[in-house]
């Protein structure tokens, strides 16, 4: 379909009331479909990754009954009060089990993880033991069953070790690692295209003209692609016309996901929206947000789309609270609901009932009493007050003005991206 260089008559509608955050991120992830294709890496590069299947623990973990703490184990039944006299009769070390049996009046030395012999059902610290030869003296007996971990405690052979769906975590390696798992079944990695807008964006590497910005923007999408393990596909800087962005979302159409900074707004070379029109969907255009409210979601070819505002902190905000989740679930991950706690805000807060806010503020939990400090610039177009945040006073839609001292909302922005998946 061709494109002239007027606006098309594509237009949302606006007078429309702009959608709640919460619906917006509901109806974004519930219409992601997850990438299909897999692929099967070694378990040392599993880290990060998607668990494509189930992995079925082929052995049982620990594979025997074993020591808990380095002791004597012996029979409970045998040595059942303080100052009873056992004789030793070997040992079992980690690795090198004691091969023999254990009777009644008889124990054995026994280390941390070294496998509990025949006839041991108890294991006493050596810290409550005295030796007199080759004889214990039990000063004070451990209760029956005491320091001892029985095979399959940890997973038993044909439990699910993770479910299709887990986002895998270093502890998730050990854990696969220690059923065996040499390799793992991951989903690929989503292709996401990403592109500024703007005839005013130059190189970061180069001069100023008066009116011209260095294109922060993409930067800023690369990384936090990066830091969610997309494979990121960057199409540049993309001019204000019709044409330039035609191309440009042709070039995208094979990813998985594209997104856009700048050009979702309703100015006169705001071409985002009625390119999207002529070239794929759009399912709904502004989020009840500040800031962040001229927000378009779509689809351009086979990819999910997200057109953000052009205001560096627009641009951060609405992908943090938008895009990100629907990556992860683009990912075949769970997105984890936003962690959020309660502090008391030391200056005082203006707001318009209306949209929800994200103030950037940093959280203090140096003092006895713990609280947040709102960076002392909002402006949109202030990356710094992202940069010197770390985390969000997010007052709700219909709240106005709060006082100091009053209770807010945070969310911090260190927290679970990845959700865990059902069993």
């Excluded at 059902?121 to 214990?136: A, C, F, I, K, S």
């Amino acid at each position: 379909m061709s494109v002239t260089s007027r606006q098309s008559d594509f237009r949302p509608d606006d007078n429309a009331a702009p959608m709640a955050l919460a619906e917006a991120r509901r109806r974004i992830v519930d219409s992601i479909r997850p990438v299909q294709e897999t692929e099967r890496v070694a378990l040392p590069q599993a880290l990060h990754r998607v668990l494509a299947e189930p992995v079925v623990a082929g052995v049982d973990v620990p594979s025997a009954a074993n020591s808990s703490m380095d002791g004597f184990g012996y029979a409970a039944a045998g040595a059942p009060q303080a100052d009873a006299r056992l004789a030793i009769i070997g040992q079992s070390l980690a690795g090198h089990p004691f091969e023999g049996h254990v009777g009644p009046g008889e124990c054995v030395r026994i280390t941390t993880g070294a496998v509990v012999p025949p006839g041991v059902d108890t294991v006493v610290m050596q810290e409550n033991t005295r030796l007199e030869h080759d004889t214990l003296v039990l000063e004070s007996p451990a209760a029956p069953g005491a320091n001892i971990r029985l095979a399959g405690e940890d997973l038993s052979r044909g439990d699910i070790v993770l479910p299709a769906g887990s986002f895998i975590r270093p502890a998730d390696i050990a854990v696969l690692a220690s059923v065996g798992a040499a390799e793992v079944s991951v989903v690929r990695r989503p292709r996401v295209a990403f592109f500024s807008t703007g005839d005013e964006l130059r190189p970061i590497d180069g001069p100023l003209a008066p009116g011209e910005i260095y294109d922060s923007n993409r930067y800023g999408l690369a990384a936090q692609l990066d830091s969610l393990g997309m494979t990121g596909v960057d199409l540049g800087a993309v001019g204000d016309t019709p044409e330039a962005l035609a191309d440009a979302f042709d070039r995208a159409a094979d990813c998985d996901a594209v997104i856009t900074s700048g050009g979702v707004s309703v100015g006169s070379a705001d071409f985002v929206v009625d390119v999207l029109g002529e070239k794929g969907t759009i399912d709904f255009w502004r989020v009840a947000i500040k800031p962040g409210k001229p927000l378009a979601f779509g689809t351009v070819g086979g990819a999910r789309f997200f057109g953000l505002p052009g205001n560096p902190v627009s641009t951060a905000v609405t992908f943090i609270q938008l895009v990100r989740p629907a990556l992860v679930r683009l990912a075949g991950g769970v997105p984890a609901a936003p962690t959020r706690l309660t502090l008391p805000t030391t200056t005082a807060l203006t707001k318009r009932p209306g949209r929800e806010h994200f103030l950037r503020a940093r959280m203090d939990f140096t003092s006895a009493s713990p609280r947040v400090t709102a960076i002392d610039h909002q402006g949109s177009g202030v990356m710094r007050s992202m940069s010197r945040a770390d985390a969000f006073i997010v007052l709700s839609a219909d709240s106005a003005d709060v006082p100091a001292g009053a209770l807010v909302t945070v969310e911090p922005f260190a927290q679970p991206v990845w959700g865990f998946a059902a069993f």
